[in-house]
């Protein structure tokens, strides 16, 4: 059984940090892809993140480029999103994600993924 359990929202000041946490169980860690999505109040669920299991390869939405780093550790089975330089519109719950189907190429798309974490709450304010 896949778990992916969120941790390490809260709330922050703009310009501000947090690091988020996903840890998984019940897969193949190092086989799967790992992505970060997030959901603003009254907005449909927006990819942020993502990072591939041959190469490490990682990638970006626009609107985090340069403030987020997503990072792996495999001998943890977890999966990290670092963010920096917050801003208010960052708020959202943030949801690890994974499929061993997900490519750079199909992972904004969150009808890929069949695992998902419950989420964790990330309030900037101004």
């Known amino acids: 059984q896949v778990q992916l359990v969120e941790s390490g929202g809260g709330l922050v000041q703009a310009e501000g940090s947090l690091r988020l946490s996903c840890a998984a169980s019940g897969v193949t860690f190092s086989r799967f892809p790992m992505n970060w999505f997030r959901q603003a109040p009254g907005k449909e669920r927006e990819f942020v993140a993502g990072?591939?299991?041959?190469?490490?390869?990682?990638y970006y939405a626009d609107s985090v480029k340069g403030r987020f780093t997503i990072s792996r550790d495999n001998a943890k089975t977890t999966v990290y999103l670092q963010m920096n330089n917050l801003k208010p519109e960052d708020t959202a719950v943030y949801y690890c994600?994974?499929?061993?189907?997900?490519?750079?190429?199909?992972?904004?798309?969150?009808?890929?993924?069949?695992?998902w974490g419950q989420g964790t709450q990330v309030t900037v304010s101004s």
């Open positions: 990072l591939t299991w041959i190469g490490g390869m990682s």
């Open positions: 994600a994974a499929d061993p189907s997900i490519t750079s190429s199909t992972a904004k798309d969150s009808r890929k993924y069949d695992y």
